[in-house]
């Protein structure tokens, strides 16, 4: 069993940067593919940006987000991260932080989710 705590949401103007953390419970952590996800109001959760941990630890990002956000772990410390930077009213989500141990990372197939952090992106 895995348990994830996201932190860092909060109120940004456009623009600005945030860095959401996703702290996971666990002596495993390291074997885990872990993603973010994010979910609008009135829309469906979308993919946001993955790092696996076979392969070289390659990462995967959501069109919408590339070259803006940047995922990364410290296994070391059990926690992945999302740097958020040149943010957009469009990117106001709940942000949820979730983990796996295979398959297509950028699928929402995850076996454990977090409970979410609030974005919100003011223009």
């Known amino acids: 069993q895995v348990q994830l705590v996201e932190s860092g949401g909060g109120l940004v103007q456009a623009g600005g940067s945030l860095r959401l953390s996703c702290a996971a419970s666990?002596?495993?952590?390291?074997?885990?593919?872990m993603g973010w996800f994010r979910q609008a109001p009135g829309k469906e959760r979308e993919f946001v940006a993955a790092?696996?941990?076979?392969?070289?630890?390659?990462?995967y990002y959501a069109d919408s987000v590339k070259g803006r956000f940047t995922i990364s772990r410290d296994n070391a410390k059990n926690t992945v991260y999302l740097q958020m930077n040149r943010l957009k009213p469009e990117d106001t989500a709940v942000y949820y932080c979730?983990?796996?141990?295979?398959?297509?990372?950028?699928?929402?197939?995850?076996?454990?989710w977090g409970q979410g952090t609030q974005v919100t992106v003011s223009s």
């Open positions: 790092i696996i941990s076979w392969s070289g630890g390659s990462t």
């Open positions: 666990g002596r495993t952590f390291s074997s885990y593919a």
């Open positions: 979730a983990a796996r141990t295979g398959g297509n990372p950028t699928t929402s197939g995850y076996d454990y």
